[in-house]
């Protein structure tokens, strides 16, 4: 149904389009049709594959602000090391991110010209087992923690690289993990083997459904100017690259990576060995879900027990992906799903703040990089110093 960028991660962020007419996007050579129960079906197994990490990844986002704020890289969530902390866009980092986003995704559509297609694919699956196998056993990580009784022998390890010594010694890895982060590891091994070894559909939506959640939590907007600017500028990316050339297309069609989430439009009829997919990109779950999940974190700065914004802008993302369905589906054509997701998301939550007499609060809530908040502590500690 889709095809768009993704993230958590460089690469995948590259793509944005919506794509799949049916089956025509993915099997040009099959001459099936849908049955209307198997479409439903898959349109309607994606926006809810679609929701999932939105929901969970905003959730996760607030735990991840509130234990940054503390200073802390270690909690609920399974961090363990400052390099799995939280990276914040700023209005600069959005104003640029089109345009870098559009050489990326032209690099690879010449790439998909020049060179074969089999030894890319070969490439870049074994970069994405890698990406996929950390990125599922860091979503996986709460969950672990629930399972397993108090009573599991849960140790604590430590992977430490340094360079030099003595004085100039600097430290080049330092990871901290225990016995649970272990199973989780191998437990992702496990699906990435199988993704590396099948391609099969379900391994591809677990790693693409850990992709995207690690990128909602993970990827912080730091206020909502900078989403608007974000989310303008991949609207415009995104309906140039998808109406005004076939580079979009091409490059998701031949793009094998967990960069998108697929599900069989004919899995009552062939089961799971189904292959005649719809599909949606992982950017349009990843881009409006950083924005929504921005939305939530500002609703609990309100202290007022309500999650309004939260829930306008998760209710405005389904209607919109709505209608990027019902128009694909209606006209048989590749969509940008940001042309319909953007105006919604961005939207709907305009409007409640207008009805609410909170628009200046909402555009004035700002959320602090690590980098400059260290900096103002330090300058603070400075100036008390020179008192």
């Given at each position: 149904m889709a095809e768009v960028e993704p993230v958590p991660v460089p690469v995948p962020e590259a793509l944005n389009a919506t794509d799949s007419n049916g089956t025509e996007a993915l099997n040009a050579t099959a001459k099936f049709v849908a049955t209307p129960e198997g479409t439903a079906l898959a349109y309607g197994s994606l926006v809810f594959m679609a929701l999932l990490p939105i929901f969970f990844g905003a959730l996760r986002s607030v735990t991840c602000s509130k234990s940054k704020e503390l200073g802390e890289n270690d909690y609920d969530s399974g961090f363990r090391n400052a390099s799995d902390m939280p990276e914040t866009i700023t209005g600069r980092d959005a104003a640029r991110f089109p345009i870098i986003a559009s050489c990326t995704l032209f690099g690879l559509y010449l790439f998909f010209k020049v060179f074969s297609q089999e030894y890319i694919n070969l490439l870049l699956s074994v970069y994405f087992f890698g990406l996929g196998v950390l990125a599922l056993s860091h979503t996986m990580s709460p969950l672990m923690s629930r399972i397993f009784p108090d009573s599991f022998p849960n140790k604590q390890y430590q992977l430490l690289f340094t360079q030099g010594s003595g004085e100039a010694k600097e430290e080049i890895v330092n990871y901290e993990f225990d016995t649970k982060n272990l199973v989780c590891l191998l437990i992702s091994s496990v699906v990435g083997v199988w993704y590396l070894l099948k391609k099969h559909w379900i391994a591809?939506?677990?790693?693409?459904?850990?992709?995207?959640?690690?990128?909602?939590?993970?990827?912080?907007?730091?206020?909502?100017?900078?989403?608007?600017?974000?989310?303008?500028?991949?609207?415009?990316?995104?309906?140039?690259?998808?109406?005004?050339?076939?580079?979009?297309?091409?490059?998701?069609?031949?793009?094998?990576?967990?960069?998108?989430?697929?599900?069989?439009?004919?899995?009552?009829?062939?089961?799971?060995?189904?292959?005649?997919?719809?599909?949606?990109?992982?950017?349009?779950?990843?881009?409006?879900?950083?924005?929504?999940?921005?939305?939530?974190?500002?609703?609990?700065?309100?202290?007022?027990?309500?999650?309004?914004?939260?829930?306008?802008?998760?209710?405005?993302?389904?209607?919109?992906?709505?209608?990027?369905?019902?128009?694909?589906?209606?006209?048989?054509?590749?969509?940008?799903?940001?042309?319909?997701?953007?105006?919604?998301?961005?939207?709907?939550?305009?409007?409640?703040?207008?009805?609410?007499?909170?628009?200046?609060?909402?555009?004035?809530?700002?959320?602090?990089?690590?980098?400059?908040?260290?900096?103002?502590?330090?300058?603070?500690?400075?100036?008390?110093?020179?008192?």
């Open positions: 591809n939506n677990l790693f693409g459904l850990a992709f995207a959640l690690n990128g909602v939590e993970l990827l912080h907007l730091n206020n909502v100017s900078t989403g608007c600017i974000l989310l303008g500028g991949l609207f415009v990316y995104d309906v140039f690259w998808v109406f005004g050339t076939n580079v979009m297309v091409t490059v998701a069609k031949s793009f094998e990576a967990p960069i998108k989430l697929v599900f069989p439009q004919d899995l009552l009829e062939r089961g799971l060995e189904a292959s005649n997919f719809a599909m949606l990109g992982l950017g349009d779950i990843v881009i409006p879900g950083i924005f929504i999940a921005l939305l939530l974190r500002f609703d609990v700065s309100l202290k007022k027990n309500s999650r309004t914004y939260f829930y306008s802008s998760f209710l405005a993302y389904i209607f919109g992906l709505g209608l990027t369905i019902f128009v694909m589906h209606t006209f048989k054509h590749a969509q940008p799903a940001l042309l319909y997701l953007v105006p919604a998301c961005i939207g709907f939550p305009v409007l409640v703040a207008l009805i609410k007499g909170e628009l200046t609060e909402m555009f004035r809530y700002e959320e602090t990089p690590p980098e400059e908040e260290g900096a103002k502590e330090d300058s603070s500690e400075s100036e008390k110093k020179d008192q």
